[in-house]
């Protein structure tokens, strides 16, 4: 999702021979992946990485290698919804239902509706329903786009700079090249302060995905209109639909991905394919 990227890398991102020379250069340096790396390794996601790190091959190998550590000990996908369900009863983030205009799956985030305390746990559920959302990528799509609705946000309903800074290194790390843009949606005057600690945590290319939004502004209605269709946009994002989190019928929804997310993982990977940038015989529906 975030990466390191400088535009004298722009070349190679726009030759299909580069590309293709620097993720076999990657493939060949990383050696024979087996089990579950294997199947997470697809060219899509090495040529994440080698983004990520200005098309670098050793600083991207090294980069992968960190992943690798991290998901072997961290198991995103093993996480399994009854295990983080409660951290998400209030709809404080949630996969929306909706695509934007580039068929990009969409999370929508209200911090002001934080319910728990644990940082373990609300790290474990941004994590959970980054896999899912990953899983449920449209064909041909690789990032998704993020909604921040600060309604009823305040200070003590803020993330702690450091929860603030373990997610974004998970995401920055270990999700790179994942996000298209970040809308955050009429934030008070007050998270001014909070946000000019936390923008210091992102690298560059990240921070210039970030899109404050001010319903008032013509220019943020503009905004949100091309990335967004208004009929499918929910009314507190300044759209026309009036969407309702309920919280069962997600579950239930997110129990069956579960289903297809131990299928994904546990498939055999010498008889896997790529799709939606990773290698899967099993593609969950949106």
Known sequence: MFGRR??????????????TSKVNELKAKLGPLVGRNAIYCSDA????YLVARNWNVDKAKKMLEETFKWRSIYKPEEIRWPEIAFESETGKLYRASFH???????????????NTTS????????VYLMENAL????EGQEQMSWLIDFNGWSLSTSVPIKSARETVN?????????????FLYNPPRIFEAFWKVVKYLLDPKTFQKVRFVYPKKQ???????SYFDEENLPSEFGG??????VHEEFSTLMIQDDIKCAAFWEQDEKQHHTVNGYSSAVVAPE
Do not use: F, W
């Open 45 to 48: 996601c090495l040529k994440r």
């Open 100 to 114: 934007d205009r580039e068929g990009r799956t969409v999370l929508i985030m209200k911090p002001g509706k934080q």
């Open 119 to 126: 940082l373990e746990n609300q790290i474990r559920h941004l």
């Open 170 to 182: 998970i995401l920055q790390n270990h999700y790179p090249e994942r996000l298209a843009l970040a």
């Open 6 to 19: 400088s535009t004298s890398h722009h070349e190679e991102e726009n030759n299909p021979e580069q590309i």
């Open 135 to 138: 899983l449920n990528l449209p």
């Open 240 to 245: 026309k639909a009036q969407l309702e989190y």
């Open 219 to 225: 220019e943020s209605v503009e905004l949100m209109k």
